[in-house]
């Protein structure tokens, strides 16, 4: 059996550069550094792109504060619950939850420094469910043509 029961959840505009903010997109399409994560045969789950969902893809910057309201924050646990479905099932039967890749500085995705609102509902969920996960962000200077050996 060639499945290796190892997955990785990321932030939607890993793979997809199209969802974010017009002027801020750094790639093509998808972020060449998740080329590594593929060769070492770890499965992908895309989270999806709140503010995309929320705003559509002409929306301007906004800051975390500006996105920060009852109304989102439900948005992004709803968004959230279909995918902590599959997670609990993955690990009920033995698959590995290795890390969750965020996008640092972004009002809905970062993970460190000023955490972002969509992270902010999941990390609480995770942790009201018990489920501990490593984390890695994409830095703001990372760009398609980025070394990515030199990211982590
Ligand atoms: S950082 Fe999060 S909210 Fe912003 S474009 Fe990427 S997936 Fe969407």
Known sequence: MKRNKKLILISHCILNQNSVVKPLARAKGAFPIIKSF????????????????????????????????????????????????????????????????GINQSPTCSITGKRGVFMDEIFKILEKENIHIDSLEIPTDYTEDSDPTSLW
């Open 38 to 101: 593929i060769d070492e045969g770890v499965g992908i789950i895309q989270l999806p792109c709140p503010e995309f969902k929320f705003l559509g893809p002409n929306r301007k910057p906004m800051s975390k504060e500006e996105y920060d309201t009852p109304q989102y924050r439900e948005l992004c646990r709803n968004l959230f619950l279909p995918i902590l479905e599959d997670i609990k099932k993955y690990i009920e039967n033995g698959y590995e939850l290795q890390t969750i890749i």
